[in-house]
């Protein structure tokens, strides 16, 4: 699909997804790595992580369009759900430091 068939407001949609979840990953490295942050939502990033990076998928990625569906749907998912747990004081900060290492004002 080309970007003409998906529209301007579709694609930039999409590019400000990639890069919120680009974002929050690095936030959400950053606050696994604070004693202050309970172990669950460490666990669960883990877990997510390990998920994303295995050759093993609960539905197999030759499947056309189903393969990636576990993908685009769990991985977001499981992060969004690490994040949650995390206090937010302290997922504030992370994302505060998040941005000031990528450069970026908040």
């Known amino acids: 699909m080309?970007?003409?068939a998906m529209g301007p407001n579709m694609l930039n949609s999409w590019r400000a997804r990639v890069v919120t979840l680009k974002r929050e990953g690095h936030v959400l490295y950053l606050a696994?790595?604070?004693p202050?942050?309970?172990w669950v939502p460490k666990v669960i990033a883990g877990l997510v992580v390990a998920?994303?990076?295995s050759p093993v998928d609960l539905i197999p990625d030759f499947?056309?369009?189903l393969g990636y569906v576990d993908d685009l749907l769990l991985v977001p998912?499981?992060?969004a759900l690490a994040l949650r747990l995390i206090p937010a004081p302290i997922l504030e900060e992370h994302r505060?430091?998040?941005a000031a290492l990528a450069g970026e004002s908040r």
Do not use: H, N
């Open 63 to 65: 499947i056309p369009v």
């Open 36 to 38: 202050r942050v309970p």
């Open 77 to 79: 998912l499981g992060l």
């Open 32 to 34: 696994c790595r604070d």
């Open 51 to 53: 998920y994303a990076l």
């Open 2 to 4: 080309t970007s003409k």
């Open 96 to 98: 505060a430091r998040a």
